[in-house]
């Protein structure tokens, strides 16, 4: 099994920035990847960014250029850095770990982008 705990959601104004991150309950060079997720009021979750345990990335298409994923193995953490946000950028983020044949789920962190 795997636990997630994130942190790093706020309050921040267009433009601003963030850096959320995910801390694994074990080793994250045995997870097969990690990502986010996001889910805004009233609409399905939406995924965002994933990398795996070999350090390969993907992003959303909406997110390219402005987030920026990656992970610290000695940490066992994935970070997600948010540059130039907007405001339909705000939701409830999750992160997800694909672990066997399981996905486990954070319990997710509050990103408003609000001037």
């Known amino acids: 099994q795997v636990q997630l705990v994130e942190s790093g959601g706020g309050l921040v104004q267009p433009g601003g920035s963030l850096r959320l991150s995910c801390t694994a309950s074990?080793?994250?060079?045995?997870?097969?990847?990690m990502g986010w997720y996001r889910q805004a009021p009233g609409k399905q979750r939406e995924w965002v960014a994933g990398?795996?345990?070999?350090?390969?990335?993907n992003y959303a298409d909406s997110m390219k250029g402005r987030f920026t994923i990656s992970r610290d193995n000695a940490e066992n953490t994935v970070y997600l850095q948010m540059n130039s946000l907007k405001p339909e950028d705000t939701a409830e983020y999750y992160c997800?770990?694909?672990?066997?044949?399981?996905?486990?789920w954070g319990q997710g962190t509050q990103v408003t982008i609000s001037s």
């Open positions: 997800y770990a694909h672990f066997g044949l399981r996905f486990y």
């Open positions: 074990r080793n994250i060079f045995s997870i097969n990847a």
């Open positions: 990398i795996s345990s070999g350090g390969n990335t």
